[in-house]
Structures are given as structure tokens and as C-alpha cells.
């Protein structure tokens, strides 16, 4: 079993930053991608960065060059620093990672954290 807690969401007026953090805890455990989604109000949960054990990253166009994802693979952690925040930036923020969890195959979301972007 892999649990992903999320922490750091908040409330930002429009252009300030906020960091997002999301740790992995269990046993025998080994993650692959690492990435953040995002639901705002009325939508669909969508895509906003993910990042491979290697490194390789991929945005959503609506973040790229504001958003950096990064990974601490020692830690099992992966963050989301976002800067020039918009008020349609307002979401809830979901951590999801896919790996293995000993010979099994793992896929698993944390339980999110709001973001509100203020005008």
C-alpha cells in the first residue's frame, strides 16, 4: 500500500507564488511517473505537470513557464512550484504516481489540496 499526502495549498492573490509538496510513504514500494492534475470548479480533472523517475517533464500549455515540477526520489516527493498564479488557476490539486508496490502494479491519487487564486 502507497499513501500520497499533499500539503502546501492555500490562498494567493493573482500573481503570487505558491509550492506544493507530495510525499509517497509504504513498503516495497518503487514509483515511475510522478504527477500533479488539477479540478476546478465545474470542470474535469485535467493534467498539469508530471515528471518521470528520469526526470522528463511534461506541462499542460495552460502552466508551462509559470509551473515547475520537480522530484526528490530519495524522499518519494514531488513538488509543484507555481508562480504568476491566475484567479483560473482555483482548483483542487491531486498528487497521482504510478510504479509497483513489490510485483504489482500501482496507480494511486492523494486526497488533493485547494489552491485559490484571488483577483
Known amino acids: 500500500q502507497v499513501q500520497l499526502v499533499e500539503s502546501g495549498g492555500g490562498l494567493v492573490q493573482a500573481g503570487g507564488s505558491l509550492a506544493l509538496s507530495c510525499a509517497a510513504s509504504g513498503s516495497s514500494f518503487r514509483l515511475n511517473a510522478m504527477g500533479w492534475y488539477r479540478q476546478g470548479p465545474g470542470k474535469e480533472r485535467g493534467l498539469v505537470a508530471t515528471?518521470?523517475?528520469?526526470?522528463?517533464?511534461n506541462y499542460a500549455d495552460s502552466v508551462k513557464g509559470r509551473f515547475t515540477i520537480s522530484r526528490d526520489n530519495a524522499k518519494n516527493t514531488v513538488y509543484l512550484q507555481m508562480n504568476s498564479l491566475k484567479p483560473e488557476d482555483t482548483a483542487v490539486y491531486y498528487c497521482?504516481?504510478?510504479?509497483?508496490?513489490?510485483?504489482?502494479?500501482?496507480?494511486?491519487w492523494g486526497q488533493g489540496t485547494q489552491v485559490t487564486v484571488s483577483s
Open positions: 497521482h504516481a504510478d510504479g509497483r508496490v513489490g510485483i504489482y502494479p500501482y496507480a494511486g
Open positions: 515528471i518521470t523517475g528520469d526526470g522528463a517533464t
